[in-house]
C-alpha cells in the first residue's frame, strides 16, 4: 500500500458500525500477545456502534481510507490523543502513522503542553518511535477487567 493514497477525513453517524467492527478487530487481533483472552473480551464487551456517536458529533473522530473502505480511526482533543486504531490487515503500512499525525495536530490545537497518551502495551513501541516517552504505568478499568496500559508524552 502507498500511504499517499490513505484519505484522513472527519468521521460521520453512518461510519459508527464499521468503526465499532473495525475497533473489535484490531483489539483482538493486534493486542492478543499482550493481553490474555479474560482482558479483550472485558474490554470489548458491551460496546456498540452509538459509542462511536458523541465523539463522531464532537468533530473528535476521524478516519483512515483507502480506496473507500475505512482502514483505521483516531480520536484526539486537545492535550490528548485517545485512539489510534488500525485495521489489522492493514498495520505496517504507514496508516498508523499518518492516523497518529492527524491525532497530534488535533491534540496541539490550542494546548501548548505535552500531548498524552494512554498506550496499550502493544503499542508503545510504536508510539516511542513517534516520539512519545513512558511516563508511567497504570490500568483503566473496561467493565470488569483492568487492562494494563502505558501513559506517555510528547513534548
Known sequence: MNASSIVIRLARAEDAPCLHNLHAASVRGLCTGHYSEEIIEGWLLNRSPNGYLRPIERRALF????????????????????????????IRQGVGTAILQKAMIMARTNHNGPVRIEATLNAQVFYERSG????????????????????????
Open 63 to 90: 478516519v483512515a481510507e483507502q480506496h473507500g473502505h475505512i482502514i483505521g480511526f483516531g480520536e484526539a482533543t486537545p492535550g490528548t490523543v485517545i485512539a489510534v486504531y488500525v485495521d489489522p490487515a492493514h
Open 132 to 155: 512519545f516517552r513512558e511516563v508511567e504505568r497504570s490500568t483503566v478499568k473496561r467493565n470488569h477487567v483492568d487492562v494494563p496500559i502505558v501513559i506517555m508524552e510528547h513534548d
